[in-house]
């Protein structure tokens, strides 16, 4: 096995959106969503009703992440998301929620 360092394009092409990883289709920006709804949630200045939104969303696409294999390498600051994370990951992998 190569242990090559991996770019983007190497996982999905430009051309390409998404990714089929245990029935789970990860489309290209999964990770950037989060995050930027991580920020939102953390933002002052958000609303109750936009810091939901960002909840659900990240509710959403949580077990994308979990497929992609980024629980067992992330641990949330924000109490609430980790929750999420580790609620999905012990229903999808229970091995990574150990």
Sequence with gaps: ???????????LSDDVNALEIDGIQARKGSVAAVLA???ILESETA????????MSIIEE???TLVAIGLYRHVTWKNKKI?????KVASASHPKSAS
């Excluded at 609303?47 to 960002?54: I, L, P, T, V």
């Excluded at 980790?82 to 580790?86: E, K, R, S, W």
């Design 1 to 11: 096995m190569s242990h090559k360092g991996v770019r983007p394009e190497d996982i």
């Design 47 to 54: 609303s109750d009703e936009e810091k939901e939104s960002a």
């Design 82 to 86: 980790q929750a999420v994370f580790d």
């Design 61 to 63: 696409l949580a077990p």
């Design 37 to 39: 709804n991580a920020n």
